[in-house]
Structures are given as C-alpha cells and as structure tokens.
C-alpha cells in the first residue's frame, strides 16, 4: 500500500527545554488508513501533529508527504504548502462567521459554493450553512472544524484530541462519525489522544508514546493483546504484571500464581526468564481451572464485574489478581474460586 507519511528520525526539542519533546521517532502511515497518537499527556503527541502540519520544524530527521520531502536538513515546505487539513483542540472556529462561512474560509476556488454543500453533506449539517457556530452543540462544532479541513481536499486530516470536550454519549457517537467521514473522504487521518478507549475504537493503528518515543505500533487489537513493554502493557487498559520461567516446550511458563499458557513460544527459550502481562479479561471461572484463590473484594461496573482474586503460592506469598467477569456472575468475598486464562491475553513484555 501507498504511504501517505513518512517520518524519518525525527528530533525536536523546544528552546530552552533540556528534553526532546519527540526523540527520532520513525512512522509510515498508509493512505486512506487512521492512525492514533496515544499516550499520556506531554509525551509529545501535539507536537508531532505540528510537526507534520509544518507549524515547528525539526532539528533532524525527514517528514514526507505524498512521497515528496516536506521537511530535511536542507528542505523546508511551509505550512500553506502541505496538502494538509488540520483540527484543532478546541476546534479554532471562527466565531463572527457562520458554518458556511467557516467551511469556505481560505478556499480559493471557483467551484467553492458547491464544495462547501459537498462536504456539509459529508458530514450531516445540509441545512446549517446560515447558523452562527456559537449556536451549535459541541458535537456540531466538531463537524464544522472537520467540514473545515475536508473542504480543501487535503491528503491527510490532522485531529488533535478531538473527543475530548465530548460527554460519553456524544464521544461514541462522534467516534463513528469521524471514522465514516475519513474513510468516505478516502483522507488519510492522524488523531492524537490520551483516551485509550478513543484510540483503539477508531483506529487501524495506533501508535503509543511515552516521553518522546515510540513504544508500540500496531492494530489495536495486537497492542491490546501483546503489548511490548511494562508501559503499555498499564497504559493501553490495564494488567498484572508477573515474573515467570518458561517450562520445557515453551507452551507453559511458571509463575507465582502457577501455570500460565503462552502462544509466545516463537520468542521464547527453554528456562528464560520472562516478564509477562495478564490482561484482567483473560480470565474466566472454570471446574478444572488451574489457579486457585480467594475473592477479596469486587465491585460492579455495568459491563462487567471486577475482581481481586488473592492466589497463594506454595511459600504462601500472596499475589493479588485483578479479573474482569461477566456481570452475571454472583460473588461472595472470600468464596474460594478456580480461574482459568486464555493465552491470548497473556503476553511476554520487556522492561
Ligand atoms: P502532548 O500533546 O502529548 O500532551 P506536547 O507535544 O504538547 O505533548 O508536549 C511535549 C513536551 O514539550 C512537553 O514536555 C511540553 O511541556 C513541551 N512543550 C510543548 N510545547 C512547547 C513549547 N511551545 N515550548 C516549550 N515546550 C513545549
Ligand atoms: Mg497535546
């Protein structure tokens, strides 16, 4: 497949700052397909969007657009230049305007009466082009900002946080929303979130950050499953975390809780020590289960229950599990309970 972005050892480090707020990171991004930036806040998402929109320039490395350099030791393609559309945080509307003026603001062809109809049509507003944007709801303003951006028929689509000001419902709602005007508009779109919840609902990859560097890329469900490392192992949902020895075979590994399966065995020798994260909706009540413990405390979420399991091992040190079940499932705290867990959500990270 085409790619739409290419960053190449990108460095930026903002004056005055000691750390890089992006430390040579490296990313494709294939045309037509949505990627996210996920990570905590400062890790330095926003200023990679800016960096591929052209509003900072890096001190190393390479941005292509489109296959053509856009930025490099000795290139410079400003802002204007770049066939991109951008929306912002807080959307950026102008508020004297009204959303057909908003749409059609910047766009300098004569055909404009007819593109602004197209993609108010994209993005479900036909019949709004004369309301003044203050007088829209937060998800309304949203599609104006995206009405905004499409308009020009960019390449690629930046979104900076763009669920954030969303109560839930609105969010999910708005999340489907974005994703059907992306992939209608065939634009290629970079979303950057700290919600996790956001990033792998909508995306076709996401991308995970911590301090400037790339942790993990991949489809949302490999990082889900498999995640590389301690950091997003917690920071992508949520794990236990254990140390084990792989077991003759490789199929099993021994922990503290007992035997564990892995699917891993690819990337594993006989007698490694590894680290290893259980996602917490690995885990079902089973007979024949092989871990055997105490429920210690549980509470009910809707849509599912969750629970700490204390397991005891042979030197009786006690190591408590955090379980996700089915909000069905009547518990009692220290009823005693066999679990068993799926080896696709057991994964081997590194430190
Ligand atoms: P995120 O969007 O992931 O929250 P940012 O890209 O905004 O992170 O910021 C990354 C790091 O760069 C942070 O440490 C932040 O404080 C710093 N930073 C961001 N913008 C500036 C700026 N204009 N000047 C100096 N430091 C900045
Ligand atoms: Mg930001």
Same mark, same amino acid.
């Given at each position: 497949?085409?790619?739409a &972005?290419e960053?190449?050892g ?9 750390q ?8 494709k ?5 949505? &990627? ?6 400062g890790?330095? %998402?926003?200023t ?6 052209g509003?900072?320039?890096?001190e190393s490395?390479e941005?292509?657009?489109g296959? %053509?350099?856009?930025?490099g030791e000795k290139?410079w393609?400003s802002?204007?230049?770049r066939? &991109? ?5 807080d959307?950026?509307?102008f508020?004297h305007l009204n959303v057909?003026?908003?749409i059609?603001?910047?766009?300098r062809?004569k #055909?404009k %009466? ?12 036909? @019949?709004f082009?004369?309301?003044?944007v203050h007088?829209?709801?937060?998800g309304?303003q949203?599609?104006v900002?995206?009405?905004r ?9 930046l ?5 954030s000001?969303? #109560?839930?419902?609105l969010k999910?709602t708005?999340r489907?929303?974005?994703k059907?005007?992306?992939k209608?508009a065939?634009a290629? *779109? ?7 919840? #956001?990033?792998l609902?909508?995306? #076709?990859e996401?991308?995970v950050?911590?301090?400037? &560097? ?6 949302? %469900? ?6 590389r490392?301690?950091f997003?192992?917690?920071?992508? @949902? ?23 399966p ?10 490694e020590?590894v680290?290893l ?9 089973a007979?024949?289960?092989?871990i055997? *413990? ?7 979420? *809707?849509?599912?229950l969750?629970?700490r399991?204390?397991?005891?091992n042979e030197?009786k040190?006690?190591?408590s ?5 089915h909000?069905n499932?009547?518990?009692q705290?220290?009823d005693?309970l066999?679990?068993r ?8 990270v590194?430190n």
């Open positions: 497949m085409e790619t &972005i960053l190449k990108i460095t930026k480090t903002y004056k005055g700052e000691a890089a707020a992006v430390c040579n990171v490296s990313l991004v294939k045309r037509g397909s949505i &990627i996210t930036l996920l990570g905590p806040s890790c330095g %998402k926003t990679t969007l800016r960096l591929i929109a509003f900072e320039r890096p490395g941005i292509y657009i296959g %053509k350099l856009m930025a290139t393609v802002a204007e230049k066939k &991109i559309g951008m929306v912002f945080q959307y950026a509307l508020p057909e003026e908003n059609g603001f910047g766009y062809e #055909d %009466k007819q593109r602004v109809q197209e993609v108010l049509e994209m993005v479900n507003l036909l @019949g082009e004369k309301k003044g007088h829209l709801s937060g309304q949203q599609r900002a995206l009405a951006a499409l308009a020009k028929k960019p390449d690629v689509i979104l900076d946080e763009p669920f000001n969303l #109560d839930t419902n999910q708005m489907n929303e974005v059907r005007i992306l209608k065939n290629t *779109g970079i979303l950057v979130s700290h919600d996790q919840k #956001d990033a609902a909508i995306s #076709d996401i991308v950050m911590k301090d400037g &560097i790339i942790q993990q890329k991949g489809s949302p %469900k490999r990082v889900y499953q498999f995640p490392n301690a997003v192992a917690g920071f992508v @949902g949520e794990s236990n975390m254990m140390e084990g020895v792989v077991q003759p075979g490789k199929r099993w590994i021994t922990t503290e809780i007992g035997s564990i892995c699917n891993q065995y690819h990337i594993l020798s006989e007698g020590k680290l994260s259980l996602r917490p909706n690995g885990f079902e009540i007979e024949d289960g092989e055997e *413990g105490v429920v210690e405390s549980f509470s009910y979420v *809707g849509e599912y969750e629970a399991v204390g397991v005891m030197q040190k006690k190591t599990l955090l379980i996700y079940l909000p499932e009547i518990l705290q220290g005693p066999k679990l867990v799926s080896a696709n959500f057991v994964s081997v590194k």
